[in-house]
């Protein structure tokens, strides 16, 4: 049967590989965000290809009440989503105290507190029909602090920990919910973090593949990559003060 995916974020990256992989399976799409014209494109593309149903909503999730209005334009529209995958959102590299206050805002604004909004306001309905689930994009950055990214892993934390008790509370239900952490991927992200490249990087396909493949099997976090699995584990038995140094060490090398 047909379900209906919103993802977030859907005009680049990380989330655009995911509109890409559930229209591939013949799933309609609601894709959300800023970039109107971008969004159309990919729309018009994929109903053509995949013979599906995109609806676009240009929304910027930064604002208060964005979520609200989301949520209402899809019962609006009659729309019944079986997966929200909450991808969309963005880091700012630099000295806490050098940061724009108002672009930090926006960041905590987007990255949590939307997220957590649009959880509240779809999940109910998927309990109701005993079906569907929810993805929250959170990173490797959950796993520590980490100096010159503080507020963003920050952000990530708070979406790990978030997603991991509500997987909890929704155990024995069909209704997932998971928390996708990729290490450093080839999008805009850096670009729009105001910090060149980083290192190695994964492609946001074999992101989305771990993604969609823990999905189905109800895990409640996926870390992408051999590597990030590795490190991930690894600082949960290291001194937090070592951990949060290496991390600042780390982010230094990875973008020279
Ligand atoms: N790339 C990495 O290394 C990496 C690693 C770990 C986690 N992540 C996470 O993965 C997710 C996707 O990032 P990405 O790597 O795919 O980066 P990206 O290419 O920069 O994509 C970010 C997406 O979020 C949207 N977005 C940004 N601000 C928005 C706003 N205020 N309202 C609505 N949409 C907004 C962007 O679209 P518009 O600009 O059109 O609004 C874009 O579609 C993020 O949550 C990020 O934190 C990324």
Redesign the pocket.
């Known amino acids: 049967m047909k379900e209906t995916i919103l993802i977030?974020?859907?005009?680049?990256?990380?989330?655009?590989v995911f509109a890409r992989e559930y229209a591939k399976l013949g799933q309609n799409l609601v894709l959300?965000?800023?970039?109107e014209i971008?969004l159309n494109q990919i729309a018009s593309e994929l109903t053509e290809k995949f013979g599906i149903h995109v609806k676009v909503i240009p929304?910027?999730?930064?604002e208060l009440n964005s979520a609200e209005r989301l949520f209402n334009e899809c019962t609006e529209a009659g729309i019944q989503v079986n997966v929200l995958i909450n991808?969309?959102?963005?880091?700012l590299f630099g000295k806490f105290v050098d940061l724009d206050p108002k672009r930090l805002e926006?960041m905590m604004l987007?990255?949590m507190v939307s997220l957590s909004k649009l959880c509240r306001l779809f999940l109910p309905s998927m309990i109701g029909k005993q079906s569907g689930g929810v993805i929250n994009?959170a990173?490797?950055?959950a796993f520590q602090g980490i100096p010159f990214f503080a507020t963003y892993a920050a952000t990530?934390a708070y979406v790990l920990h978030l997603t991991e008790a509500l997987h909890f509370e929704l155990k024995g239900t069909p209704v997932e919910v998971m928390a996708l952490c990729?290490?450093?991927?080839q999008?805009?992200?850096?670009k729009?973090a105001g910090r060149g490249s980083f290192g190695y990087?994964q492609t946001?396909e074999a992101v989305v593949e771990a993604a969609l493949q823990g999905f189905r099997l109800g895990k409640a976090n996926v870390v992408s990559g051999m590597t990030n699995k590795v490190t991930s584990t690894l600082v949960r038995f290291a001194p937090r003060a070592w951990v949060t140094g290496a991390a600042a060490k780390l982010l230094e090398r990875g973008s020279k």
Do not use: C, M, Q, Y
Request: glycine share 16%; no cysteine.
């Open positions: 977030t974020g859907a005009s680049g990256g990380i989330g655009e959300v965000a800023r970039s971008r929304l910027d999730l930064s991808n969309a959102g963005f880091g926006e987007l990255n994009v990173s490797t950055a990530k990729p290490g450093p991927t999008t805009d992200f850096f729009s990087l946001p």
